[in-house]
């Protein structure tokens, strides 16, 4: 996958469209690609720059756990939605809300993750192992900031990772994660490595051996000010792939960071960049 993801990075800066943003940053973007990865040939972390492992791992608990507030991240020393908090630490109705308390029209709260494992277990053949995080209902305002969108009920950003649907076959589990926005620099690499983990984890619950991740990407943009990150980013050469050793777990829920031993993991250097917000 990591092929891919540089074709890509290398395609947005060499013929991507530049384009206004919610931000005022500006981009450069290319509209509806796909990237594709067996996890049998490792785990897709990119090894061209180092990403930070414990953000991934944790944040992807932390939606686990229904979270939406920045203090679990913050005890396991994760500051990636800083930004967008309140001065509490309150990000509204967020992913995690969405994956474990959706709430319906008849007022009845809906836990999608653990629905969609009872789904797979039972009906393995199903087309409708689905996550979404797009809640129409409680998308923010683009014309306010998040934290006055998390005031008025909303969520202080929209979903960018808005689908995830699982197919069973030959005792594979597979994952198609649906973006309706990518930075293709700071947080791609973060939600395809995310997709992946949550595959295995899925996978090991209902008694599967992990497939593929298909990443699909509407909006894939590379921001202005991450141009020569991007340059440098692709001067070097990929190295292999890490694995994972997950531990078994009663359930989804019960996994901490402690649970998850990345081997082999030997990147380039981390490279520094702004995030928009």
């Given at each position: 996958m990591e092929r891919q993801y540089l074709n890509l990075l290398k395609e947005i800066l060499e013929t991507g469209a530049d384009k206004g943003d919610r931000t005022g940053t500006g981009t450069r973007a290319v509209f509806g690609r796909m990237m594709r990865h067996d996890l049998k040939n490792g785990l897709p972390l990119l090894t061209t720059k180092r990403l930070h492992i414990r953000s991934i791992i944790c944040e992807l608990l932390w939606f686990l756990q229904g979270g939406t507030n920045v203090r679990y991240l913050h005890e396991n020393k994760v500051t990636i939605w800083d930004e967008w908090a309140t001065e509490t630490g309150d990000l509204g109705p967020i992913y995690g809300a969405q994956w474990r308390s959706w709430e319906g029209s008849d007022g009845k709260r809906y836990d999608q993750v653990a629905a969609v494992i009872d789904s797979i277990r039972e009906n393995p053949d199903s087309r409708r192992h689905i996550i979404s995080a797009w809640n129409v209902a409680l998308l923010p305002s683009e014309k306010k900031s998040p934290q006055d969108n998390v005031k008025d009920g909303k969520m202080a950003l929209a979903p960018c990772h808005v689908m995830y649907q699982f197919q069973v076959a030959a005792g594979r589990l597979s994952c198609m994660m649906t973006q309706r926005s990518g930075d293709i620099f700071l947080g791609i690499?973060?939600?395809?490595?995310?997709?992946?983990?949550?595959?295995?984890?899925?996978?090991?619950?209902?008694?599967?051996?992990?497939?593929?991740?298909?990443?699909?990407?509407g909006d894939l943009h590379l921001y202005k000010n991450h141009f020569d990150q991007a340059r440098l980013q692709l001067s070097r050469e990929p190295r292999a792939l890490p694995g994972l050793k997950l531990k078994n777990k009663p359930s989804i829920f019960d996994y901490t960071l402690d649970d998850f031993e990345i081997t082999g993991y030997d990147p380039h250097p981390a490279i520094a960049a702004p995030i928009a917000v």
């Open positions: 690499p973060y939600n395809t490595a995310s997709t992946a983990l949550l595959t295995h984890m899925i996978a090991r619950q209902c008694g599967l051996e992990p497939g593929e991740v298909i990443h699909s990407i």
